[in-house]
């Protein structure tokens, strides 16, 4: 085993000088910017004790150095940490600028046996929409750095949910520190405000969209329309204790909100139709709002042969008059009663006066009348140009003597005769 504990014979000055050539390097190249201190000066100070005044093999040192500063062996620690990065190389100053300064491939051979890798891990910070972060984008760290992160929004509709290290949850602050140990993507989730619009069901309807409970982002604007069931009539709606009456209602969500509709409730007047009239509003079912007053009259279609009579309501007498009004505060039937009236029957009533004077019957006068059937009051004069009544003759016989006014059916054609004689 060589000296510097390697397989290979290097040579113990060649290493030491091998290590010592690189030394600035080591210091300078894992700066993230050139005005800092490299990352590994403590190690390599650890691994100078270690190697020229104890002393120890090489890898011994270099061990016992990456023990104190890691609590790994070289092996084991970011100095040998695949895959390695490019590191800042500041350059020369040559006496008016810097110059070959730039980025060094990150690998190099401190010893003949001893690759060491220089680890400098990147951090891309980022936000969803929303928000920004402080800082942001990519940038490349020493290895452990402690960086300080902040989320800020930047839309009022947004507020700060959480970080997400690596697309896995990091935190919930909004600012943190957060150690760069490996190659990170931090991001900021902003999320917009769901607010809870609470539709309700009322009686006599329903509304579109259903009702129920809806989540809708801040500042959405949703339409709600109600919906009578059947006969039944939209009236205004209910939006936070406040009365609304457009229908369909919009509403931007700028907070939780119930939402309820209220709907009037109809009657059903139901008109029956009857023969020989009409009625207006005409016969059939009818629907009214609670406590409206509806006015319906009826007609006679045929006068000649029916004659009105009268109303009835829910199958109750209601009114003689053709013209009547209902309240509606409940289902109602409403029925008009006509009554046939048939064409009267006409018959002829012949009534003649006859004087009975010297044994001769004398004509004086008469006359034939088309009358309808019906009872009718003869009456004749008791005394024509000097000569008295005496009787009546009727369906073939001498009657009623002495009576000037009789009554009589007539049911058919029928004839009647005055009789008078000389005082």
């Not at 060649?14 to 800092?36: K, L, R």
């Not at 020369?92 to 890798?117: C, L, P, Q, S």
């Not at 940038?139 to 009022?156: C, D, K, L, M």
């Not at 046939?340 to 004509?363: K, N, R």
Request: overall charge negative; some cysteine.
């Amino acid at each position: 085993m060589s000296p510097d504990g390697y397989g290979d014979p290097d040579h113990e000055d060649q290493v030491y000088i091998g290590f010592w050539g690189f030394s600035p390097q080591i210091n300078n190249h894992t700066a993230f910017e050139e005005d800092e201190t490299g990352p590994l000066q403590y190690w390599i100070e650890r691994f100078y004790y270690y190697a020229l005044t104890e002393p120890r093999s090489v890898k011994d040192a270099l061990d016992q150095a990456s023990d104190d500063l890691w609590g790994k062996t070289f092996d084991q620690s970011i100095l040998r940490k695949e895959p390695y990065y490019k590191a800042w190389w500041p350059g020369i100053w040559n006496g008016t600028h810097w110059v070959n300064r730039g980025y060094w491939e990150g690998k190099m051979n401190v010893f003949g046996d001893a690759e060491m890798f220089v680890f400098q891990p990147t951090m891309t910070v980022s936000a969803s929409a929303g928000g920004i972060t402080t800082p942001s984008g990519t940038r490349r760290y020493t290895y452990g750095h402690s960086e300080y992160v902040i989320a800020q929004t930047v839309n009022p509709l947004y507020h700060f949910s959480h970080w997400e290290l690596n697309g896995a949850y990091y935190s919930g602050s909004q600012s943190i520190w957060i150690d760069v140990n490996d190659n990170y993507n931090l991001q900021a989730i902003f999320t917009e405000p769901m607010y809870l619009l609470a539709i309700y069901g009322g009686a006599g309807g329903t509304t579109d969209p259903e009702p129920g409970p809806y989540s809708f982002p801040v500042g959405t604007y949703v339409n709600v329309t109600a919906i009578p069931d059947g006969v039944n009539e939209f009236d205004y709606w209910i939006l936070q204790g406040n009365v609304y009456y457009p229908n369909p209602i919009t509403i931007q969500m700028l907070g939780n909100y119930d939402l309820q509709p209220h709907f009037i409730q109809k009657y059903c007047l139901t008109i029956q139709g009857s023969y020989g009239g009409h009625t207006v509003p005409s016969a059939g079912k009818h629907y009214y709002t609670q406590g409206t007053n509806v006015q319906v009259t009826a007609y006679l279609d045929y006068p000649e042969y029916f004659y009105w009579s009268h109303w009835n309501l829910d199958g109750e007498y209601y009114s003689s008059n053709s013209t009547v009004t209902v309240t509606m505060n409940s289902n109602h039937t409403l029925s008009p009663i006509f009554t046939y009236s048939p064409p009267p029957v006409y018959h002829d009533l012949t009534l003649e006066y006859f004087a009975f004077y010297w044994g001769q019957w004398i004509y004086m006068a008469g006359s034939t009348s088309s009358l309808p059937e019906d009872n009718y009051i003869l009456t004749v004069p008791s005394t024509v140009y000097g000569l008295d009544f005496v009787c009546w003759y009727y369906d073939g016989a001498y009657r009623d003597y002495g009576q000037t006014s009789i009554t009589i059916f007539l049911g058919e054609d029928r004839y009647f005769a005055a009789i008078y004689v000389p005082s």
